[in-house]
Every structure is written in C-alpha cells, then in structure tokens.
C-alpha cells in the first residue's frame, strides 16, 4: 500500500496501533526504534529486524524521550524528567516539573549536541502558558515562553539554529542558537500555515505543525497533524516535498537504520471518528520510508 508518489513508499513499522504515538527515537546500539503512547502513558520499543514490540508502563504521560549517555532513557512525563533502565525496568525521578502538573505537562522534546536536554510544555486548556525549558546540570531553566503547544524541537547540521514550533498557532520558528553557551536568540517565523476555518472540511486542511527531524542537508522534515502529510522544507522555509500520508494524524518523523535514511513516522488514532478509523486501518500506527537523504542521528543527555 503506497499513499505518496514515487520515490516514497509508505509501509507499515508494526501493525500493532498506538493511542497517540509520539517522540520515534532511533537506537542505533539496539537497531530499535523507541517510541511513547502518550494517554496510554507507555514507553515502547520496536526491535525493527525482528518486529518484536515491548513496552514499560507509567504513572503519568510521556511527552517525549532520550537517549541518555552511557545508557538509558530520559523520560520527560507530566509529573518531571526520570531516567528509565529499558534492561531492568528502573524508573527513577531527575527532577520534578517546574511546573503546575495539573494545567501542563512535557511535550516535545530533544538533546542538543553538548548534551543538554531541551522540552517544551503544552498547555491542557490550549492557553498560550506553555513554554521551553532547558535541563542540564541537574537544573531545569525556563528559556522562552508564551505559546500553547511545544513542538517541532530540532537543530540544522551547524547547531547554529533551533527549530521550535507552536502547533496551535500553525508556526515553526527558527532561533539562533549558542552552542557553548547553551542560550536562544529571539524566535524569528521560519514557515506559516493557514489555520482551519469553521465548516471547512479535513479534506481540504493543510494541517498544523507537530513534531519533526532535520537532515543531513539541513531541511526540516514536519508532520503535519490533520493534514494527513508530511513536508520537508528548506533551510530557507521553502515545501520542497510534500508526501501524502495513510494516515489523518502524523505527529513525528524520526531517521533511523543503519544508514539514517528509514524515516520512522508516529501517528495517532485517539479521538478521531470512528468513520476516518475504518477507512485508515494504519492510524496509530508506525510507518516508515525509505529516502534519499540521511538524517542527523541523535544526540544523547548528558547527566
């Protein structure tokens, strides 16, 4: 089953649907593809060569996941950032949320290459109180704020620049970033999209911006949520693909396998009608593609 033109084939990771799939992270010492169930507050990994599915239940939702240097997950769920042992199912607290758990929770988040952890919130009533929080050296520090829904976290090649979008708002920004320093420049409008009118069908809705990666050639590859796409931009903001998707709700694109150039796909299947569902039996489910252009691998947390 293919939903794109040639070159992308669309395919199926696993069959097994997740509520709202979010954060696939590539695990190249595993060959696995970690990812999170948020409502269903799971953890799960995908061995891709043998398809065999595990996951770690939780107390509270995950918004996203890391990898942690010298091993490990860091968890960064509704309630603070834990660092999870997938070997012996340790889950231990970092650091508690900085905060109001009960208005907000961690959503999108990545480390930068010094290893600092960067995650953003979304908040539960869709006010514009959510922010981006940087945790590193055991201390969580609020670095911008003013949006309702963190997303789209990613850096170009050079680590000269963020990506951060306000799904919401249908805006991804751009923002010069400081590696050594670990510090952001004011947020600029890298891309804008037009937001749902009243009575306009999803057939004809672009989507809004949720999670994304960058490539080797420093293009940003979004999921556009109820767009039923993916995009993948020029550095300079430019759709120089735009890729049809199964599925009604892509949340994130992450590059994996051996050479960085599967691009694993999260989706989600929670609340939509039972109509889409039936016509859609992949929502919620992995996909994946092949592609031309390799992807950056991830960096890991350093605690």
Known sequence: ????????????????????????????????????????????????????????????????????????????????????????????????????????????????????????????????????????????????????????????????RMYWSDTKAHEIYALSFDAQAGSIGERQLFAKFPSRVAEQPLEAYAGRPDGAAVDVEGCYWVAMFEGQRLLRLSPEGAVLNDIALPVRCPTMPAFGGADLRTLYITTARAGRPTEELAAQPWAGCVLKMRVDVSGLAPNRVKL
């Open 1 to 160: 089953m293919s939903a794109s033109p040639a070159p992308y084939l669309i395919e199926l990771a696993h069959a097994t649907p997740a509520s709202l799939g979010e954060s696939p992270l590539w695990d190249a010492a595993t060959q696995s593809l970690f990812f999170v169930d948020i409502p269903e507050r799971r953890v799960l990994r995908l061995r891709t060569e043998t398809g065999d599915l595990r996951h770690w239940q939780l107390d509270s939702e995950p918004g996203c996941i890391a990898l942690i240097e010298g091993g490990g997950l860091l968890l960064a769920q509704r309630n603070g950032l834990w660092r999870l042992d997938p070997e012996t199912g340790v889950h231990t607290q970092l650091a508690a949320a900085p905060f109001d758990s009960a208005a907000q929770r961690f959503n999108d988040g990545k480390p930068d290459a010094q290893g600092r952890f960067w995650v953003g919130t979304i908040d539960d009533a869709r006010l514009p109180h959510a922010g981006l929080y940087r945790y590193a050296g055991g201390a969580i520090t609020r670095m911008a704020e003013g949006i309702v829904t963190s997303n789209g976290l990613a850096w170009s090649p050079d680590a000269s």
